[in-house]
C-alpha cells in the first residue's frame, strides 16, 4: 500500500519557521519527483514546491521563493519542506504528492499518491 505521511506543521507566529517532512511507505521514493501542495479555507489546491527524483531540479511559487526549501533524502525516504519567514498568507493546509513522475509538475492531476496533510497556522 503506497502511502504518504506529513508531519511538521503548527501554529507560529509570523516570521517564525517550520520544517515539514514528508515520509513515504509501500514504495521507494527514490524514482519520483515529490511536490508540495497547500490548500487554504475556500480556496483551490495550488503548488508550492517540487523536487525531482535526482534532487537535482527543484521548483518553487512566486509566494515563497526565497523563503522555502525543498530537500529529500532518500536513504530516509523523506522529503522536506523549510519554511522560513512565515507570514499569515502562508496558512493552510499543506500536502505532499507522489508516485507517479520522475520530473516535477505543478498540476495536482500529474499525481497518484496523497498524504493527509498537515495544518501550518502562522498567527500572533
Known amino acids: 500500500q503506497l502511502q504518504l505521511v506529513e508531519s511538521g506543521g503548527g501554529l507560529v507566529q509570523p516570521g ?7 515520509v513515504a511507505s509501500g514504495f521507494t521514493l527514490d524514482y519520483y519527483a515529490v511536490a508540495w ?17 535526482s534532487g537535482g531540479s527543484t521548483n518553487y511559487a512566486d509566494s515563497v521563493k526565497g ?24 496558512t493552510a493546509v499543506y500536502y505532499c504528492a507522489s508516485g507517479s513522475l ?11 499518491s496523497w498524504g ?6 502562522v498567527s500572533s
Open 67 to 90: 523563503r522555502f526549501t525543498i530537500s529529500r533524502d532518500n536513504a530516509k525516504n523523506t522529503v522536506y519542506l523549510q519554511m522560513n519567514s512565515l507570514k499569515p498568507e502562508d
Open 16 to 22: 517564525g519557521s517550520l520544517r515539514l517532512s514528508c
Open 102 to 112: 520522475y520530473y516535477c509538475s505543478g498540476d495536482p492531476n500529474d499525481f497518484s
Open 37 to 53: 501542495f497547500r490548500q487554504a479555507p475556500g480556496k483551490e489546491r495550488t503548488g508550492v514546491s517540487c523536487i525531482s527524483s
Open 116 to 121: 493527509q496533510g498537515t495544518q501550518v497556522t
